[in-house]
C-alpha cells in the first residue's frame, strides 16, 4: 500500500512538471509487486511500517524507484544532506529490525566452571 503512495506522490510530480496525465490502466503492469517469500515479505513490510514516515519515503524512493538524490529531495522538498541522513539512518534502523543482534548461546552445565574465574587482571 505504501509502494503505491510513493508511486503516486512521484507520478504527480512528474505530471506536475510535464503537464501529462496517465491512465492507471496503461501502467497496471508497474504496480506488480514481485514474487517473494512471503514471510519475508511480510516481515520487511513491517519493519518498513516501523520506520518514520519520512526516511520510509526516501528510503523507498532512492532503493525501489531508482531516483537520484537529487530528484527525491525535489519530489519532498527537503535540501539533499537531509536526504542523505534520512537515507542513512532509515538504512541502518531497518538493517536492526530485520537482523535482530544475536543472543549468545548457553553453555551446558559441565563446563560451567565452580569457581568464578578473572577475565581481566588489573594492572599498576
Known amino acids: ?9 512521484r507520478r504527480a510530480a ?3 512538471e510535464a503537464g501529462i496525465r496517465v491512465n492507471v490502466d496503461d501502467v497496471a ?5 514481485p514474487d517473494l517469500n512471503t514471510s519475508q515479505s511480510l516481515d520487511l513490510q513491517r519493519c518498513l511500517l516501523r520506520l518514520p514516515q519520512d526516511q ?12 537520484s538524490y537529487e530528484e527525491v529531495a525535489r519530489i519532498t522538498g ?16 531497518l538493517r536492526e529490525l530485520m537482523d535482530p543482534p544475536a543472543r549468545p548461546a548457553a553453555k551446558p552445565m559441565e563446563s560451567v566452571p565452580t569457581r568464578p ?3 581481566l587482571r588489573r594492572l599498576k
Open 1 to 9: 500500500m505504501h509502494n503505491l503512495y510513493v508511486n503516486d506522490i
Open 14 to 16: 512528474r505530471q506536475a
Open 29 to 33: 503492469h508497474e504496480l506488480v509487486a
Open 56 to 67: 520510509r519515503i526516501v528510503l523507498l524512493l532512492v532503493s525501489l524507484e531508482d531516483l
Open 78 to 93: 527537503a535540501p539533499i544532506g537531509t536526504v542523505m541522513s534520512r537515507l542513512s539512518r532509515a538504512r541502518s534502523r
Open 117 to 119: 574465574t578473572a577475565w
